[in-house]
């Protein structure tokens, strides 16, 4: 995009390129394409953006993201409401609902606790996690954060806040991808499954 | 995205879906972006997006993208308005205007002609092209379609019917990229250097 360019062209490429891994080049390709769309389709396009983001929010119970007052899950009488999986994103839960294997509820953080990045504890959303939990109902809560750094320390924080309410926190296990070759393994990853090596 | 999705979030994903180059796992994190994204920021994206819709359309003489009558370049007098540039797509006239040594105007045809993607001469901007040329003020068009088989044979086809018009016809030059090395080069690129080669 240039000074020959058309202004209402340079600054659709600008809004494509404040999103998250689309550069200036990719964001003029996108902009020419919207040019090349029906005008109809442009407008869907636009309605969708605005549609979403007045009529979708946060749910009361796990925080996930919802048009209704309760996300699905919460609302489900047949699932397990003792059991809380704990995620830092809302897209986390699809890898979780797409094993079929877990049964209990979601609690989404929305983030990770890292000071070097200026998000501290009270930034996401653990003050309703706790709530949920001093309600009683509750007896397991699965910290399922991922298996980094911040993942590892905002788990750990959690489960000081959780366990002197008595009720059991517990965190993912970690170790060999199924289908996983040895010799691929980082050092990490096979310690991790050599320490939490079961009996066969 | 799944079930336990929002809808209004389904429905964005598969907008973004739609666009070239963004696959269901980008769409859906792009989704999930907008929705982290503060509520006049998303109206600023998708008034953007109408917004460009609305008022960019062609330039009445060359077929460029603009929002205003003509394109700055045609709407410039101190550019040479007897040589035509062609190209295939608008963004092809940022890279010339990038080398700040063409000075002629430009003529975009809105693609190549493809017979295998059904896309005929009458598809393109071809004829708008011909009336410019039969005005009689053109002395030279420089077809500067990409080196590949539907650029070659659109270049052939316009040339067809522009040369009984008595207007000169030329074709950009082939050959070696400037700071490239000949054992990286292609047959057929380093072919077209030999067979064009000029005296020292």
Do not use: W
Request: aromatic share 6%; glycine share 6%; charged share 20%.
């Amino acid at each position: 995009m240039a000074e020959h360019d058309a202004l209402p062209l340079v600054v659709l490429t600008e809004q494509f390129a404040k999103l998250p891994g689309i550069g200036m080049k990719s964001a003029a390709r996108l902009a020419y394409h919207v040019m090349s769309m029906d005008a109809e389709e442009v407008e869907e396009f636009a309605q969708a953006l605005l549609n979403a983001k007045r009529t979708v929010h946060y749910c009361r119970i796990c925080e996930n993201l919802t048009d209704q007052e309760l996300c699905p899950v919460c609302d489900d009488p047949t699932r397990d409401h003792t059991t809380i999986c704990v995620v830092e994103q809302p897209k986390d839960i699809a890898a979780f609902e797409r094993t079929g294997e877990f049964h209990g509820v979601y609690h989404v953080l929305h983030g990770l606790i890292s000071p070097l990045r200026g998000v501290l504890p009270d930034d996401l959303r653990i003050r309703s996690l706790v709530a949920r939990v001093q309600q009683g109902q509750v007896q397991e809560v699965i910290m399922a954060t991922n298996p980094t750094v911040e993942g590892d320390a905002t788990a750990a924080y959690i489960a000081q806040l959780l366990t002197p309410l008595g009720v059991k926190v517990t965190r993912l296990a970690f170790g060999l991808p199924v289908g996983g070759m040895l010799e691929y393994a980082d050092e990490v990853t096979l310690y991790k499954a050599l320490e939490n090596r079961n009996i066969m």
